[in-house]
């Protein structure tokens, strides 16, 4: 498996399904519940889920495939990709500009590449194992990315999310949400679980919690977080594995033991 090729795939087909979402992002929404009354599905997840996996089938046949709209099949050498097609899709169907695809190739456990593309924007995060996180603008300029410097929560940008099931569940992430006001200096709430990964290796957040995420909305994120220097564990500290549902802690890495306490705290 040559990675430069891989990402060169992956990067072209996340950004041909970045612009079939920004074209349909001004058209009429068909919007369908999936677990619950907030989760949506609308056409363009669907639309972009099956020209993604139609350009990767067709370039890497033996490989498997695993995405929110329904993908699942196993493949040959441990090799699998993880896409979300359309990560932020509460935000894309009340017309809010803050959504992305996500795209990530891992071997059985081990992260090999990832892509996010925000079409919004035109910026394309991605990670390489070993080779750093780089952004490419919209103009094209290419940097590497690097998670910030910050020590204290009382001066850290944090961002969150919360699962669908909140309406339902008390493991709904208000209790975490109330401690991190307390401290923080901010907290943003995105909608979008890959953007807040790929913001934390670009420095732009300090830190990042959720609960009860899948695979594809950090697959390719957390490779981002990890070759910009920052660190991505499970809630207890734990390291990070793939799982097919997760709840993470991710930052800078200066901020993480501050954040694991308070998790802690409110677990
Ligand atoms: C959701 C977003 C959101 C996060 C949810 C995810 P979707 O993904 O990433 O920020 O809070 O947990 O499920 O449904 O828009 O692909
Ligand atoms: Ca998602
Ligand atoms: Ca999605």
Redesign the pocket.
Not at 161 to 164: E, L
């Given at each position: 498996m040559n990675l430069d090729d891989g990402l060169a795939t992956a990067v072209a087909v996340a950004r041909e399904a970045g612009k079939l979402l920004l074209d349909g992002f001004s058209q009429q929404k068909k919007i369908e519940r999936k677990s619950s009354a907030v989760?949506w599905v609308t056409q363009y997840?669907k639309a972009a889920e099956e020209l993604i996996f139609s350009r990767l089938r067709a370039e890497y046949p033996s490989h498997g495939f695993i995405g929110?709209e329904g993908t699942d099949a196993a493949g040959a050498e441990g090799y699998t990709w993880y896409v979300?097609p359309?990560?932020?899709?509460?935000?894309f169907a009340h017309g809010f500009p803050i959504?992305c695809v996500s795209i990530a190739l891992y071997q059985e456990e081990k992260p090999l590449l990832g892509v996010i593309f925000d079409p919004t924007r035109g910026e394309c995060f991605t990670a390489v194992s070993n080779q750093g996180a780089h952004l490419t603008t919209a103009g094209g300029h290419k940097t590497q990315l690097h998670v910030s410097t910050e020590g204290d929560l009382v001066s850290s940008l944090l961002a969150t999310?919360?699962?669908?099931d909140r309406q339902t569940s008390d493991d709904n992430n208000v209790r975490q949400l109330s401690a991190f006001l307390q401290v923080a200096q901010g907290i943003r709430r995105?909608?979008?679980?890959?953007l807040?990964l790929a913001y934390v290796a670009a420095g732009r957040l300090d830190g990042y919690w959720?609960f009860?995420?899948?695979s594809w909305?950090i697959a390719a994120g957390i490779l981002l977080v990890q070759e910009a220097g920052g660190t991505v564990t499970f809630m207890d500290g734990a390291p990070f594995t793939i799982q097919s549902r997760l709840s993470l802690v991710v930052s800078n890495g200066r901020i993480h033991d501050p954040m694991l306490a308070i998790l802690k705290m409110t677990g």
């Open positions: 989760d997840d929110e979300d359309l990560d932020g899709t509460n935000n959504f999310g919360f699962p669908y995105p909608g979008s679980a890959a807040d959720e009860k995420l899948h909305d």
